[in-house]
């Protein structure tokens, strides 16, 4: 199974801050990772698919980058509705597997 | 729009069996895979299974492999995922994902889900 590795694992930040999560493949997966966005009790949003194009409706300050193992999500300017939680996942192959999260948290 | 509406939910002793459904509106259902990913309290996001547009292909999680199955009726526009065999480390909300597009992988993404249901399982 790929094992997805991110971090950090919390992050906090104030509104307007640059803000970086990396998440780490335990093999190869082209560019068959995902980013998402979840909050307390809501169901997680597709955010970044293919490592870097930009789900429809999901404001352009989000960016992914990376292939191989080495993926990043970026947000350029955070905004308040942005705290919440990420995940990576990676599509390569089943079982599909997800990152363990990162907390965004406000500073 | 499209919508995804898990139900089936509940409290069961371990080793008994669940049955989730998931009803899809707002879309052309058989175009798209569906997956199911569970979330225990507190804890990350974990994939379940998936099942094909028409049926004939699924995968699932080890952790749940022979003793979980999932079906879909196309006829209906569901998708079913019986659980049998429970374990208490099956606790957990279960959402109901679409599969994004009908190119592999790309499908192996998920870009619709619904609210999730939560099944417990406790004695």
């Known amino acids: 199974d790929i094992q997805m590795t991110q971090s950090p694992s919390s992050v906090s930040a104030s509104v307007g801050d640059r803000v970086i999560i990396t998440c780490r493949a335990s093999?190869?997966?082209?560019?068959?990772l995902a980013w998402y966005q979840q909050k307390p009790g809501k169901a997680p949003k597709l955010l970044i698919y293919?490592?870097?194009s930009l789900q429809s409706g999901v404001p352009s300050r989000f960016s992914g980058s990376g292939s191989g193992t080495d993926f990043t999500l970026t947000i350029s300017s955070l905004q308040p509705e942005d705290f919440a939680t990420y995940y990576c996942?990676?599509?390569?192959?089943?079982?599909?597997?997800f990152g363990g999260g990162t907390k965004v948290e406000i500073k | 729009q499209v919508q995804l509406v898990e139900s089936g939910g509940g409290v069961v002793q371990p080793g008994r069996s669940l049955r989730l459904s998931c009803a899809a509106s707002?879309?052309?259902?058989?175009?798209?895979?569906v997956h199911w990913i569970r979330q225990a309290p507190g804890k990350g996001l974990e994939w379940v299974a998936v099942?094909?547009?028409?049926?004939?292909?699924?995968h699932f999680a080890d952790s749940v492999k022979g003793r979980f199955t999932i079906s879909r009726d196309n006829s209906k526009n569901a998708v079913y995922l019986q659980m049998d065999s429970l374990r208490p480390e099956d606790t957990a909300v279960y959402f109901c994902?679409?599969?994004?597009?009908?190119?592999?992988?790309?499908?192996?993404?998920?870009?619709?889900w619904g609210q999730g249901t939560l099944a417990t399982v406790s004695s």
């Open positions: 996942q990676q599509a390569n192959s089943y079982p599909l597997t």
């Open positions: 707002g879309f052309t259902f058989t175009t798209y895979p």
């Open positions: 093999q190869d997966i082209s560019s068959w």
């Open positions: 994902a679409r599969g994004m597009g009908d190119i592999l992988p790309q499908t192996r993404f998920f870009d619709s």
């Open positions: 293919t490592a870097s």
């Open positions: 099942i094909s547009r028409d049926g004939r292909t699924e």
